[in-house]
């Protein structure tokens, strides 16, 4: 059978890369402002869990904001419930996981070295870039 392309659409501020075919579902996109990284959409890191996602792990007390929008900051990271790999690049894309949950709540990418962020304990440590209940996620498919 024959496979549906890859499909891109160019939104502002966003470049999408969906399924093609008749259903164009979003599996990735980039931020134009920053440069090269692609992010996977929540959805499909939720269809796909058994990945190997680059992830960490926030405490209980972030939930609410990340799910407002807000940036995570290093101690969400580092404090009891927040896990972090070290060896981690700034401006790597992570997947965001709250502390006792299945599913991510966020992607984002990060503003420092993990090294950095476990040592300096200050800051904003991850930038959000698409989180449960934003735009994004609630745009099943692009006509």
Not at 21 to 28: A, R
Not at 66 to 83: D, F, Q, S, V, W
Not at 105 to 117: E, Q
């Amino acid at each position: 059978p024959k496979k549906p392309p890859l499909v891109q659409y160019k939104a502002p501020n966003l470049i999408i890369y969906c399924t093609g075919g008749g259903v164009n579902v979003p599996l990735f996109y980039q931020h134009r402002d920053w440069g090269d990284v692609t992010f996977p959409t929540l959805k499909f890191v939720h269809k796909y869990p058994g990945l190997s996602w680059t992830k960490v792990t926030v405490d209980k007390g972030a939930i609410p904001y990340i799910i407002g929008g807000a940036n995570i900051m290093c101690p969400g990271l580092t404090n009891p419930g927040g896990e972090i790999s070290t060896g981690l690049q700034k401006g790597q894309a992570v997947v965001i996981y709250a502390e006792g949950k299945e599913h991510a709540l966020a992607i984002g990418r990060l503003t420092m070295s993990s090294d950095d962020i476990i040592n300096k304990n200050k800051g904003i440590g991850i930038e959000v870039a698409h989180f449960i209940g934003d735009g994004l996620f609630q745009l099943s498919e692009i006509c």
